[in-house]
């Protein structure tokens, strides 16, 4: 587990632009909710940094059509709630950085860290605005 005051930041910088934390398993069952739900599964690695919450962000505040819940969860430290949260992200593999847009429970859009990797945050947030116009 990390240490809180590494990843404080970066949990804040998610959390002042609206989205919800899931810290706990009980926490993950919100993704099965009608409706949809962006959960971004937060990481330290450096696209996390660099791209993934950066392309998250810009996504939700520029897009004309929003997901109806913001929610995020920290590998290796909410590490219930992110186990819980994998659950309702199967048949995908165990992702940090990981960014997944349900519908009504059930994946319609998923990005995984090797689709973060090495990609700009300005791609990452048109990819999600292309699924927020076509999902919500």
């Not at 919450?53 to 810009?58: D, S």
Request: hydrophobic fraction near 40%; charge should be negative; charged fraction near 20%.
């Amino acid at each position: 587990m990390y240490p809180k005051e590494i990843i404080s930041p970066m949990k804040s910088e998610m959390t002042e632009q609206g989205f919800k934390e899931l810290l706990t398993a009980e926490d993950a069952d919100v993704l099965k909710q009608p409706g949809t739900s962006l959960l971004f599964i937060n990481s330290v690695c450096g696209c996390s940094a660099g791209t993934a919450r950066p392309g998250v962000l810009m996504a939700v505040q520029n897009a004309t059509k929003k997901p109806d819940q913001l929610l995020t969860s920290f590998a290796g430290y909410d590490v219930e709630a992110v186990k819980a949260a994998r659950n309702y992200l199967l048949p995908y593999p165990p992702s940090s950085p990981a960014i997944a847009l349900l519908k009504d429970g059930q994946v319609v859009h998923m990005i995984e860290r090797h689709m973060i990797e090495g990609r700009p945050a300005q791609m990452i947030a048109s990819n999600l605005m292309q699924a927020f116009e076509q999902h919500c």
